[in-house]
């Protein structure tokens, strides 16, 4: 019984943190099998990665088809796991045309303003779309660097294009501050990883420089610093994940010279970070869990983060798709 529950706490630990598919791949070459209370969690993990890959199948058959590139983003390519959607970054010349490619093999735009532009469809996994690397009002990497820094890569098996190790840092860096709001242990690993293949991390500082967040690049890489210096070298216990706190991030958006003056702003920001707050305490009680049960519960909590994303400046696009061009989109057969 002791075991069991041992074995539950570890389980659930590495669900919180991202882990859950190393973890139980690791556990099942162990034993040689999967544990009975897990079968239908990790079908469903590997019925994901099946998702996964079809949905890379399909966006690298659209890329060849018309000739438009895309990357794939926010990804670990240090710890093999499954995300939960696939976030791609297309130029903004030619995103219209890529959503209407995705449109013909089906896909339906669930969100559509320059906050979000998401679509989905069954069997295949979501697709968030970017343009630019935008919060709080502002451009965190530049769309050229962004773009001269694709590599080719690859992810349960299948290529794609992806980011240098020191784009990708600085993107996960910023997206883990100001988009998670926190940090897990996938997290963690991933940016302790990529630090490993970049040669110079001042490489990597010359362009937050370059783009107006240096101290937030110091602030951020020294906590980081400070938390390998704990792991690996006092050996102490870290439990995972961990709130960067609405200090910490107030003193972030203050290093960017444009901490919010006015009322309306403040009151923005505090209650984005305040839902933040509940979405992490939800993911780390099991109630997310819970709650993904119910389609009505889902689009209330994403409608309202989505909503608070928008009003704080966060931004995906320049534009929203026109109505035009989604009229065009719906018209198109399923393939």
């Known amino acids: 019984m002791e075991d069991r529950q041992a074995l539950d706490a570890t389980i659930a630990l590495a669900k919180a943190n991202g882990l859950y598919f190393?973890?139980?791949?690791?556990?099942?070459?162990?034993?040689?099998?999967?544990?009975?209370?897990?079968?239908?969690?990790?079908?469903?993990?590997?019925?994901?990665?099946s998702e996964f890959r079809n949905t890379i199948g399909i966006l690298n058959a659209i890329s060849d088809r018309a000739g438009i590139d895309y990357i794939i983003i926010k990804n670990s390519s240090i710890i093999e796991h499954v995300p939960r959607d696939v976030?791609?970054?297309?130029?903004?010349?030619?995103?219209?045309?890529f959503l209407e490619l995705?449109?013909?093999?089906?896909?339906?735009?669930?969100?559509?303003?320059?906050?979000?532009?998401?679509?989905?469809k069954s069997g295949l996994m979501k697709i968030d779309v970017y343009t630019r690397i935008h919060y709080l009002g502002r451009?965190?990497?530049?769309?050229?660097?962004?773009?001269?820094?694709?590599?080719?890569?690859?992810?349960?098996g299948m290529?794609?294009?992806?980011?240098?190790?020191?784009?990708?840092?600085?993107?996960?860096?910023?997206?883990?501050?100001?988009?998670?709001g926190g940090i897990t242990l996938l997290d963690f690993l991933d940016?302790?990883?990529?630090?490993?293949?970049?040669?110079?991390?001042?490489?990597?500082?010359?362009?937050a420089v370059a783009s107006g967040w240096a101290k937030v690049f110091d602030l951020w890489t020294s906590r980081l610093q400070t938390l390998q210096r704990r792991i690996y070298e006092q050996r102490l216990c870290v439990k995972f994940p961990i709130r960067h706190g609405r200090r910490f991030i107030l003193k972030c958006v203050s290093a960017l010279g444009g901490?919010?003056?006015?009322?309306?702003?403040?009151?923005?920001?505090?209650?984005?970070?305040?839902w933040d707050?509940?979405?992490?305490?939800?993911?780390?009680?099991?109630?997310?869990?819970?709650?993904?049960?119910?389609?009505?519960a889902t689009g209330v909590a994403n409608s309202i983060g989505h909503r608070l994303r928008s009003l704080r400046g966060d931004r995906k696009s320049l534009n929203p798709v026109s109505q035009g061009s989604q009229r065009d989109m719906i018209r198109r057969p399923s393939r």
Request: aromatic content about 8%; glycine content about 6%.
């Open 191 to 207: 940016l302790s990883g990529l630090e490993k293949r970049i040669p110079n991390l001042a490489m990597c500082r010359a362009q």
């Open 102 to 120: 995705l449109m013909a093999y089906g896909q339906k735009l669930i969100y559509n303003d320059r906050s979000e532009i998401l679509l989905a």
């Open 277 to 296: 707050d509940l979405v992490f305490l939800s993911e780390n009680s099991g109630v997310a869990s819970i709650l993904r049960r119910s389609e009505v």
């Open 87 to 97: 976030d791609i970054l297309v130029r903004e010349r030619d995103r219209d045309q």
């Open 22 to 49: 190393p973890f139980m791949k690791w556990l099942i070459g162990l034993v040689g099998r999967v544990p009975p209370q897990e079968e239908k969690q990790w079908a469903s993990e590997l019925q994901s990665m």
């Open 259 to 274: 901490h919010p003056s006015r009322r309306r702003e403040r009151l923005v920001l505090g209650l984005s970070l305040f």
């Open 159 to 180: 290529t794609h294009p992806g980011l240098s190790p020191e784009t990708a840092y600085l993107l996960n860096l910023i997206h883990g501050l100001l988009g998670h």
């Open 139 to 156: 451009d965190f990497l530049d769309e050229r660097f962004l773009w001269e820094s694709r590599v080719n890569s690859s992810t349960h």
